[in-house]
């Protein structure tokens, strides 16, 4: 089982392995940037094979970097959607020091002009060249977000000249929150993403557990098994056979503690 938690990249890409390894987690996430904000450390290529060396020692799986939240590249402001393909155009290569992984984003705010533009940066962005497998998530809808529904995602994907650098990032909450029951339907939910998407585009899961009722588009995680999803049908989603293999990335309301009792409980749970 492939499991760990978003970890701080503060402290360099070998530190966020050896906390990976304290909390019992063979993958991580980590904000390829401050979220908040857009600045990014120089990269130390010694510091990368540290890392990657490890990962080669304890078996990692695929690790599943995140984008800043400021990133909106289908923004109503020409400034910071200007902003955010440089910072999209940046991350793309600075991934390709930890090649073969993968880089998650939210696909923006802005309905449906916000696809096409969506779709337009990504094809100024990817590169024949590149590694790295970049993942559109699973939104809640709130407001105006692009993603609350397969068939959005499936917009984009077709837009997208490099299809084949595309993948999605299923946020367990997030399909809750937006009307998809994985509680009591998960069989017909990912039916249904295998009809519009496919299930061969389906890469990693952030795993996490919802305060909203179905439906409610709030985008709100709690901690497993403590919200409206439940301990059982998270045992069903972590046990699935389409599921089973991805990386499991934790965005649950937790401190280090937490985590390693979550992942060990997870992992018992397999």
């Not at 449906?112 to 590694?131: D, S, W």
């Not at 509680?183 to 998407?197: K, P």
């Not at 585009?201 to 999803?229: F, T």
């Amino acid at each position: 089982m492939y499991i760990g938690s978003h970890i701080s990249a503060s402290k360099g890409f070998e530190a966020m392995g050896k906390q990976a390894l304290k909390l019992g987690a063979n993958t991580f996430a980590f904000f390829t940037r401050n979220p908040r904000g857009g600045k990014a450390k120089e990269i130390d290529p010694a510091d990368v094979d540290k890392l990657l060396a490890l990962m080669e020692e304890h078996h990692f799986g695929k690790l599943v970097a995140h984008a800043p939240y400021t990133m909106n590249l289908c923004a109503a402001k020409e400034n910071v959607r200007n902003f955010s393909m440089e910072m999209f155009q940046d991350d793309l290569k600075r991934m390709d020091y930890l090649p073969g992984n993968y880089y998650n984003f939210h696909p923006g705010q802005g309905a449906e002009q916000g696809i096409e533009m969506i779709a337009e940066a990504l094809n100024g962005a990817l590169f024949e060249e590149q590694t790295t497998t970049v993942l559109l998530e699973t939104m809640a809808g709130k407001g105006s977000e692009v993603g609350r529904s397969f068939e959005e995602l499936r917009r984009i994907i077709d837009l997208v000249d490099l299809d084949d650098k595309l993948g999605v990032c299923l946020d367990t909450c997030h399909i809750w929150d937006g009307g998809y029951d994985v509680v009591d339907h998960l069989d017909d939910v990912l039916n249904e993403f295998d009809q519009v998407i496919g299930l061969d585009r389906l890469k990693a899961i952030h795993l996490n557990d919802s305060m909203n009722p179905l439906g409610a588009h709030k985008d709100r995680h709690e901690k497993i098994g403590q919200g409206h999803l439940g301990l059982e049908a998270i045992t069903r989603i972590i046990n699935h056979p389409a599921l089973k293999e991805l990386p499991f990335i934790l965005e649950t309301p937790n401190d280090d503690e937490g985590y390693t009792n979550e992942i060990a409980m997870l992992r018992k749970l397999r």
